[in-house]
């Protein structure tokens, strides 16, 4: 008699033990309720609680990740893209995690969704592309703004793709390649403008300079007389005759025939 009365006994006491001890890991907090309320947060280490009158929920309060889901987005310029993302936050406030929202993983899971589209379509295409670090990081702040009430701190948002159709895919090829025709035809028209200038500017000096004239005329027949394969024969103007005293040899010439 007295055996089984110990032995219920001890099973009590076992199962009140269990009941009412708690361990709690380094990044676990408890929430504590007393018969029904709120009283307080534990954590971490050794939790005793009363068993039956105090109840627990534990939130772990590592950085956790969301998968958004690939969205259709309307961009700006009237794209349709589908763009998906991942979202980095963690718990920081346990109490209103658990008080302030049912769900606070599959609520957040649909704020980044609207947060996504919503931030996405007010931006072109091109936004999209070149400024994914800026829109990631509107997002977060959007993002962490409204969770911040459920005690929730959005660490970080990273726009992982894209997408686009094919179609597109090969328009903006196209208009690549016109952009850089364009520029290839810019560039050769200021090359040419740069050029007739200096042609200009050269033959406004070599207009005020005579001496200027010849020295190119003789740089020009040492460079044919380098080349002996053929005969070359140039007209000089009697200007430059002048200057080497031959001048009067073709008139005198003609006065030995007369």
């Known amino acids: 008699m007295h055996i089984g009365v110990l032995a219920f006994l001890a099973l009590v006491t076992v199962i009140f033990l269990a009941a009412a001890i708690r361990i709690l890991r380094e990044y676990e907090r408890g929430v504590v309720y007393t018969l029904g309320r709120y009283t307080g947060l534990k954590g971490p280490g050794l939790i005793i609680l009363i068993p039956f009158i105090q109840q627990m929920v534990i939130i772990d309060t590592r950085v956790r990740t969301i998968d958004v889901p690939s969205q259709d987005i309307i961009s700006h310029d009237n794209v349709s893209v589908r763009v998906n993302a991942v979202i980095y936050f963690r718990v920081v406030t346990p109490e209103r995690a658990i008080n302030e929202v049912a769900d606070f993983m599959r609520a957040t899971s649909e704020l980044s969704q609207t947060t996504l589209r919503a931030v996405l379509g007010k931006h072109d295409l091109d936004e999209m592309l070149a400024n994914r670090d800026k829109l990631s990081e509107d997002i977060r702040g959007l993002l962490d703004e409204q969770t911040d009430a459920w005690g929730i701190k959005v660490a970080n948002v990273e726009i992982k793709h894209v997408d686009i159709a094919e179609s597109m895919i090969r328009a903006i090829a196209r208009q690549a390649e016109a952009e850089r025709e364009r520029r290839a035809k810019i560039i050769s028209a200021e090359g040419e403008a740069q050029a007739a ?55 005198a010439n003609k006065k030995k025939v007369a």
Do not use: C, W
Request: net charge positive; hydrophobic share 45%.
């Open 197 to 251: 200038k200096k042609l200009v500017e050269a033959s406004t000096t070599l207009a005020q300079e005579p001496g200027a004239m010849q020295l190119r005329y003789l740089n020009a027949f040492q460079t044919i007389a380098n080349d002996k394969s053929q005969t070359i024969i140039l007209p000089l103007p009697m200007d430059i005759l002048k200057k080497f005293g031959v001048d009067n040899i073709l008139p």
